[in-house]
């Protein structure tokens, strides 16, 4: 192994060995996350060598080390930003007090929750994930899978560092808790909705990267303006790390689209008939990816939003932005329903926070459908994909009572009913997509319906042999 990485048990740069409690409570958490690892975590594929990075630092040219590990082997450490003597609260009710190293009394519950919440996410997409390396399109493929994975689970490791660091017993025990809960269990199921639904083939994959992880890089933003310290300084490094899960999702979902455009025109229409995926489907399963993850920004109008804001706890996106910070008697003009009615409507600002995100969010999304456009156009054909509006098809907040149409026009349940297969993904489309899911496992080789990236990882060529088989 290369003398890079630290021959300490936990790799971290925030002095573990000085505290032995600590590091004593977290070396004992590490083998129920081995455990969980080995239960939980990619089937099949864990005695293999792997081409991944690992994160061995936080500065800013060369924290990665790239090499062949096997996964059970991976080094999850601990990174947190450099913390800024100087930092003081950029938002809320303490704005402009130095920011917190320990959680404060009265928050400490509110904390715990947002903590909890962020860390929940991340074991839960790796068990999401889990049977994929089954059936990869391709070895970059496999191997950027397992490196979301990897990651996935030192996110786990960051929150769980907080939670073991600051909230004493509670926090070990939820530390417990984040091992013990199951995507999509009956009974201990993950606590968010898009963390329970099933990632059964890779065109989900895709779209989960695409859509999901980046509802976690706005989280992470958010949670990185935070005014409890440690907190920010973890999340700024996580959103180093999630940068390459979005990748793999947008890159991916564009060479799908390539694919399918490529063989529209090969078959005069019909994409299915070379195995390959047509864009109306491609469109529906954007469709149910994104609007599970407009759900993960939780209800529109939320007074924990402006609790956690006030607090100082939780911010907006990139909060420099901004030239007021306080954010006392403005309002946000949105969408309510009132009355069984759609209004546009000024909500106090503060209330309106989730709102901010998701809208901050949204941008985000088109500007990468926007890109998988362009490729369709390059491909020339006539045919755009499109976000669908932000009422539909929801499970949380106030779009969640009432169906509505992908152009946001309100309907009764009969018509959703009678048009939902137009929309969403069918069970027709998920057998034909499983049909799609055959490994390719030799170099240089593309299952039928996918392109091939244009360039590999870490400036390899795009058939390196990045899993040796
Ligand atoms: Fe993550
Ligand atoms: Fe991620």
Same mark, same amino acid.
């Given at each position: 192994?290369?003398?890079?990485?630290?021959?300490?048990?936990?790799? #971290?740069?925030?002095?573990?060995?000085?505290?032995? =409690? *600590?590091?004593?409570? $977290?070396?004992?958490?590490?083998?129920?996350?081995?455990?969980?690892?080995?239960?939980?975590?990619?089937?099949?594929?864990?005695?293999?060598?792997?081409?991944?990075?690992?994160?061995?630092?936080?500065?800013?040219?060369?924290?990665?080390?790239?090499?062949?590990?096997?996964?059970?082997?991976?080094?999850?450490?601990?990174?947190?930003?450099?913390?800024?003597?100087?930092?003081?609260?950029?938002?809320?009710?303490?704005?402009?007090?130095?920011?917190?190293?320990?959680?404060?009394?009265?928050? =400490?519950?509110?904390?715990?929750? $947002?903590?909890?919440?962020?860390?929940?996410?991340?074991?839960?997409?790796? +068990? !999401? !994930?889990?049977?994929?390396?089954?059936?990869?399109?391709? *070895?970059?493929?496999?191997?950027?899978?397992?490196?979301?994975?990897?990651?996935?689970?030192?996110?786990?490791?960051?929150?769980?560092?907080?939670?073991?660091?600051? %909230?004493?017993?509670?926090?070990?025990?939820?530390?417990?808790?984040?091992?013990?809960?199951?995507?999509?269990?009956?009974?201990?199921?993950?606590?968010?909705?898009?963390?329970?639904?099933?990632?059964?083939?890779? *065109?989900? %994959?895709?779209?989960?990267?695409?859509?999901?992880?980046?509802?976690?890089?706005?989280?992470?933003?958010? &949670?990185?303006?935070?005014?409890?310290?440690?907190?920010?300084?973890?999340?700024?490094?996580?959103?180093?790390? +999630?940068?390459?899960?979005?990748?793999?999702?947008?890159?991916?979902?564009?060479?799908?689209?390539?694919?399918?455009? +490529?063989?529209?025109?090969?078959?005069?229409?019909?994409?299915?008939?070379?195995?390959?995926?047509?864009?109306?489907?491609? !469109?529906?399963? $954007?469709?149910?990816?994104?609007?599970?993850?407009?759900?993960?920004?939780?209800?529109?109008?939320?007074?924990?939003?402006?609790?956690?804001?006030?607090?100082?706890?939780?911010?907006?996106?990139?909060?420099?932005?901004?030239?007021?910070?306080? &954010?006392?008697?403005?309002? %946000?003009?949105?969408?309510?329903?009132?009355?069984?009615?759609?209004?546009?409507?000024?909500?106090?600002?503060? #209330?309106?926070?989730?709102?901010?995100?998701?809208?901050?969010?949204?941008?985000?999304?088109?500007?990468?459908?926007?890109?998988? #456009?362009?490729?369709?156009?390059?491909?020339?054909?006539?045919?755009?994909?499109?976000?669908?509006?932000?009422?539909?098809?929801?499970?949380?907040?106030?779009?969640?009572?009432?169906? %509505?149409?992908?152009?946001?026009?309100?309907?009764?349940?009969?018509?959703?009913?009678?048009?939902?297969?137009?929309?969403?993904?069918?069970?027709?489309?998920?057998?034909?997509?499983?049909?799609?899911?055959?490994?390719?496992?030799?170099?240089?080789?593309?299952?039928?319906?996918?392109?091939?990236?244009?360039?590999?990882?870490?400036? *390899?060529?795009?058939?390196?042999?990045?899993?040796?088989?």
């Amino acid at each position: 192994m290369s003398t890079v990485l630290s021959d300490e048990k936990i790799p #971290n740069n925030v002095n573990l060995s000085s505290d032995k =409690r *600590l590091q004593r409570a $977290l070396e004992a958490w590490q083998p129920q996350f081995i455990d969980w690892w080995k239960q939980m975590g990619p089937v099949g594929w864990q005695e293999r060598d792997i081409y991944l990075r690992t994160a061995v630092s936080v500065e800013a040219n060369g924290w990665a080390h790239f090499d062949y590990v096997k996964m059970p082997d991976y080094r999850w450490g601990i990174f947190l930003e450099p913390k800024d003597p100087n930092r003081v609260h950029g938002f809320g009710d303490n704005m402009g007090q130095p920011v917190w190293d320990e959680v404060p009394g009265e928050f =400490r519950n509110m904390l715990r929750r $947002l903590v909890v919440t962020q860390g929940d996410t991340e074991p839960a997409s790796v +068990e !999401q !994930q889990r049977a994929l390396g089954a059936t990869a399109p391709s *070895l970059y493929d496999l191997r950027n899978l397992f490196q979301v994975n990897v990651e996935e689970g030192r996110h786990l490791w960051a929150m769980v560092y907080l939670l073991h660091t600051h %909230f004493g017993r509670d926090g070990r025990e939820e530390a417990e808790e984040l091992l013990a809960r199951r995507s999509g269990d009956a009974d201990k199921p993950r606590i968010l909705g898009a963390f329970n639904e099933p990632t059964s083939h890779w *065109l989900s %994959f895709f779209m989960f990267t695409m859509f999901t992880d980046r509802d976690g890089k706005y989280q992470l933003a958010a &949670l990185a303006e935070s005014g409890f310290d440690p907190l920010a300084r973890t999340c700024r490094f996580m959103l180093t790390e +999630e940068a390459h899960h979005m990748f793999v999702g947008e890159t991916g979902v564009q060479r799908v689209i390539k694919r399918a455009c +490529e063989l529209t025109k090969e078959t005069n229409g019909d994409p299915r008939k070379l195995g390959g995926i047509d864009l109306p489907t491609i !469109q529906k399963y $954007l469709n149910l990816w994104y609007t599970l993850s407009l759900d993960l920004f939780g209800g529109e109008v939320s007074s924990n939003a402006a609790d956690a804001f006030a607090a100082g706890l939780k911010g907006r996106y990139k909060e420099d932005r901004y030239e007021e910070h306080k &954010l006392v008697g403005s309002h %946000f003009a949105m969408d309510v329903l009132e009355n069984g009615k759609v209004v546009h409507k000024d909500i106090p600002m503060r #209330n309106a926070l989730n709102e901010v995100l998701r809208t901050e969010y949204i941008k985000d999304c088109q500007r990468g459908v926007d890109r998988w #456009n362009k490729t369709i156009r390059d491909e020339g054909l006539d045919f755009e994909m499109k976000l669908p509006s932000n009422k539909f098809h929801r499970q949380i907040g106030m779009w969640s009572t009432s169906p %509505f149409t992908p152009d946001g026009e309100m309907i009764d349940a009969a018509t959703f009913a009678a048009r939902r297969g137009e929309w969403l993904p069918t069970q027709t489309d998920e057998d034909y997509i499983k049909s799609l899911m055959k490994p390719v496992y030799e170099r240089a080789k593309m299952a039928s319906w996918i392109a091939p990236p244009i360039k590999g990882i870490n400036g *390899l060529p795009e058939d390196f042999e990045y899993v040796r088989v």
